[in-house]
């Protein structure tokens, strides 16, 4: 239902992406440097049934027209908990529990199951964005106010429309990610040479470990994938859900077979086969290329493999990498094996604003000492690299 809200915009909330046309959003969302706000990643995560309803993350999408041409956008979900969201927020839910006070549901500007930067309102080039910027918080605020929903909050954000929307009154929280980035790397051995000498000997152990198993490891790209890998992806996804993170599987086997007709150009797979002839792997990886820009998401193994999961989720993205030029390397949530690789901590912000006046003092009074002591982490983790001195002075 379109809402007429000045003389040159309507308004609408749409619960289906399907009810977008692809075109007009892909015109905003293709532009952008990450590829998860593209229409086709969000419209398969509401067929597939991973985002939906029943799964408590309901799509209610605002949008912004001229004459019915799409303008604006904001992908939202209505979220009854604070799952597949990877900025946990569960302390600020219980403190509102106990101060009274209905936390879910809340508005959440995100991809889901996502936590990778980059999110941002959608708005056309040559539009006026501080005027839609605008248009778009209040529709915020007032949608929230008229459905008793809590707050709301902005996952993973692109830097620059942090800043902007820091002046509408939204309350950063830091947090961080795990990030390669190319310095200029030839080959291998170059990024290889920014570690000290133990930790070479340790990464070059790891390659040779998969060697001596016996183990072929191949990447395959876009077109170039085998129809009868996708469906696999969620068999090695959710074999690693269930083993190490028990209530976690969000994605349904009919997210991962709907990559293959319309959103395969961006799919990198690293497979790993026992014979160089079989055609099913025993370990994979899953990852998208947008440009220059790499995103590392799932993983699975059928059996143990020593330093596999190494070999298929960082050296041999890395490796590729460094041959594609590409220029950033986001392998994914979680920095326990990921900070020894040569992924240092870098800063990622999420927005918040809450509609309870007890609940906006503490964050306002809150949220600086927190951003401190994240601050502080983050230093103390790259101050532990294992890096050559010359390349921690560089990173710090």
């Given at each position: 239902?379109?809402?007429?809200?000045?003389?040159?915009?309507?308004?609408?909330?749409i619960?289906?992406?399907?009810?977008i046309?692809?075109?007009?959003?892909?015109?905003?969302?293709q532009?952008?440097?990450?590829?998860?706000?593209?229409?086709?990643?969000?419209?398969?995560?509401?067929?597939?049934?991973?985002?939906?309803g029943?799964t408590?993350?309901?799509?209610?999408h605002?949008?912004?027209?001229?004459?019915r041409?799409?303008?604006?956008?904001?992908?939202?979900?209505?979220?009854?908990?604070?799952y597949?969201?990877?900025?946990?927020?569960?302390?600020w839910?219980?403190?509102?529990?106990?101060?009274?006070?209905?936390?879910?549901?809340?508005?959440?500007?995100?991809?889901?199951?996502?936590?990778?930067?980059?999110?941002?309102?959608?708005?056309?080039?040559?539009?006026?964005?501080?005027?839609?910027?605008?248009?778009?918080?209040?529709?915020?605020?007032?949608?929230?106010?008229?459905?008793?929903?809590?707050g709301?909050?902005f996952?993973?954000v692109d830097?620059?429309?942090?800043?902007?929307?820091?002046?509408?009154?939204?309350?950063?929280?830091?947090?961080?990610s795990?990030i390669?980035?190319?310095?200029?790397?030839?080959?291998?051995?170059?990024?290889?040479?920014?570690?000290?000498?133990?930790q070479?000997?340790?990464i070059?152990?790891?390659?040779?470990?998969?060697?001596?198993?016996?183990?072929?490891?191949?990447?395959?790209?876009?077109?170039?994938?085998?129809?009868?890998?996708?469906p696999?992806?969620y068999?090695?996804?959710?074999?690693?859900?269930?083993?190490?993170?028990?209530?976690?599987?969000?994605?349904?086997r009919?997210?991962?077979?709907?990559?293959?007709?319309?959103y395969?150009h961006?799919?990198?797979?690293?497979?790993?086969?026992?014979?160089?002839?079989?055609t099913?792997?025993?370990?994979l990886s899953?990852?998208?290329?947008?440009?220059?820009?790499l995103?590392?998401?799932?993983?699975?193994?059928?059996?143990?493999?020593?330093c596999?999961?190494?070999?298929?989720?960082?050296y041999?993205?890395?490796?590729?990498a460094?041959?594609?030029?590409?220029?950033?390397?986001?392998?994914?949530?979680?920095?326990?094996?990921?900070?020894?690789?040569?992924?240092?901590?870098?800063?990622?912000?999420?927005?918040?604003r809450?509609?309870?006046?007890?609940m906006?003092?503490?964050?306002?009074?809150?949220?600086?000492?927190?951003n401190?002591?994240?601050?502080q982490?983050?230093?103390?983790?790259?101050?532990?690299?294992?890096?050559?001195?010359r390349?921690?002075?560089?990173q710090?």
């Amino acid at each position: 239902m379109f809402q007429k809200v000045k003389p040159e915009y309507s308004l609408a909330w749409i619960q289906k992406m399907a009810e977008i046309p692809e075109a007009q959003w892909d015109a905003l969302a293709q532009p952008l440097s990450t590829p998860f706000l593209e229409w086709e990643w969000l419209n398969n995560l509401e067929t597939s049934g991973s985002a939906s309803g029943k799964t408590g993350c309901q799509p209610c999408h605002l949008t912004v027209w001229r004459n019915r041409q799409l303008i604006a956008a904001a992908p939202l979900y209505i979220k009854s908990h604070s799952y597949g969201e990877f900025v946990f927020d569960h302390q600020w839910a219980d403190l509102s529990h106990r101060l009274g006070i209905r936390y879910y549901p809340k508005l959440v500007g995100m991809t889901p199951f996502t936590p990778a930067e980059g999110y941002r309102f959608l708005i056309a080039p040559g539009e006026d964005e501080d005027q839609l910027t605008e248009l778009m918080v209040a529709a915020i605020d007032h949608f929230c106010d008229r459905n008793h929903l809590s707050g709301c909050h902005f996952l993973f954000v692109d830097p620059e429309w942090r800043a902007k929307m820091e002046n509408y009154g939204f309350s950063r929280w830091l947090h961080h990610s795990y990030i390669w980035t190319n310095k200029g790397f030839n080959s291998f051995e170059d990024y290889l040479s920014i570690f000290n000498a133990n930790q070479r000997r340790n990464i070059k152990r790891e390659r040779k470990a998969v060697q001596q198993a016996g183990l072929t490891v191949k990447t395959w790209v876009g077109e170039e994938i085998p129809h009868h890998l996708f469906p696999s992806i969620y068999h090695f996804y959710s074999s690693t859900c269930d083993k190490f993170y028990w209530g976690s599987k969000y994605l349904t086997r009919k997210f991962f077979e709907q990559l293959y007709p319309n959103y395969r150009h961006r799919v990198v797979l690293v497979a790993a086969y026992q014979q160089e002839t079989d055609t099913k792997p025993v370990g994979l990886s899953f990852c998208l290329r947008k440009g220059d820009n790499l995103y590392g998401r799932y993983w699975g193994a059928l059996q143990e493999f020593d330093c596999l999961h190494f070999e298929a989720c960082y050296y041999q993205p890395i490796e590729w990498a460094i041959q594609e030029n590409i220029q950033m390397f986001d392998p994914g949530a979680g920095g326990k094996h990921k900070r020894r690789r040569g992924f240092p901590a870098t800063p990622n912000y999420s927005l918040h604003r809450f509609y309870n006046a007890k609940m906006i003092k503490l964050l306002q009074h809150y949220m600086p000492e927190i951003n401190e002591m994240e601050q502080q982490e983050i230093d103390a983790i790259n101050e532990d690299l294992p890096f050559t001195k010359r390349e921690i002075i560089f990173q710090l």
